[in-house]
């Protein structure tokens, strides 16, 4: 068998993190070698398979990053901003390629990533599937075609745990959708309306975020014009999607050079 990929999944106990043990598990090229849990989560110490009620598989939950990425080449990375900067740090140490599905970063957060990435390969999305990332592409491809008198507005829905708004994947498509018209989003952004907001903007993005029950992610971009209107959308409906996607960042990552990479570089995709 050709040599396997050292992966260490963190935040383990996650919706997330159970989803990435199992692609793990399901992929000969891959090899778990360490997986971490909050300080002070019942997990920390235990042997993972034992703390998930099942046989014992050799790999102790850890509480810091430092033990868990002693031998990795990749990690998997799902958990919150604090932790994901903390990760951040021991992964340029190690040199090992992080793969970040974190949302909500802030732009300090980002600072900090893109200084990690000058010692490791550092993959960030904010949706691993396939299926978004093309729906970025077309995005960007429609609102190039598409002029300033077709209103864009991204709809999300998202469950009812979900602690941040909008979500990574609904920024992405405005990212998306920004670039195909040549401006920035973070100066044509509109994130909430409330209240006598005046007329819509001409030429600015919109953003409305539903919470509910068990969605696992829907996202709408659409193209108000007059008398007509184009909507592109995606469902997801399986969180697998998203640990498969990461795991082939991870394989795909931990061969490449020190840099910021985004699934699109993993896709292949333009
Ligand atoms: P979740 O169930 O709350 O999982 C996060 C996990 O991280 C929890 O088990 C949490 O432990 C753990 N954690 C917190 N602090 C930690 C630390 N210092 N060290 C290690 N583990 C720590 O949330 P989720 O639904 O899996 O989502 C996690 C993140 O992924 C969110 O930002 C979400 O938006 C994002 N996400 C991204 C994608 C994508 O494709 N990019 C897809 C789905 C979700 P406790 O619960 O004990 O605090």
């Known amino acids: 068998m050709a040599e396997q990929t050292n992966i260490a999944v ?17 992929a000969p090229e891959a090899k778990l070698i360490g997986a971490s849990e909050r300080p002070g989560h019942d997990w920390i110490g235990q042997d993972l398979g034992v703390a998930m009620g099942g046989p014992a598989r050799g790999i102790i939950v850890r509480d810091n990053p430092l033990d868990t990425l002693q031998h990795a080449h990749a990690l998997l990375d799902f958990t919150t901003p604090e932790a994901t900067m903390a990760n951040a740090e021991i992964a340029a140490q190690v040199r090992a390629a992080h793969i970040i599905g974190t949302t909500g970063l802030s732009d300090e957060n980002l600072a900090f990533l893109k ?65 195909g018209r040549g401006r920035k989003l973070a100066d044509i952004r509109d994130l909430a309306r409330e209240g006598l907001t005046g007329e819509r903007k001409t030429g600015h993005i919109g953003f409305a975020a539903l919470r509910g029950g068990d969605v696992v992610g829907e996202h709408e971009v659409i193209f108000a014009g007059a008398g007509e209107r184009i909507a592109l959308k995606h469902i997801a409906s399986d969180r697998m999607l998203f640990a498969r996607g990461a795991l082939k960042a991870a394989l795909w990552g931990h061969a490449q050079k020190p840099g910021q990479y985004s699934m699109l570089d993993v896709l292949g995709m333009d």
Do not use: C, W, Y
């Open 10 to 26: 963190m935040g383990v106990s996650g919706r997330m993190g159970q989803m990435l043990l199992r692609a793990v598990d399901e």
């Open 115 to 179: 200084a990690a990435s000058r010692h490791a390969p550092v993959i960030r999305s904010g949706n691993f599937s396939l299926g978004v990332n093309l729906l970025t592409v077309l995005t960007r491809k429609v609102a190039a075609a598409l002029g300033e008198d077709f209103d864009i507005e991204v709809v999300e829905m998202h469950h009812r745990h979900k602690v941040d708004a909008p979500s990574g994947t609904a920024l992405m498509l405005g990212e998306a959708a920004a670039e």
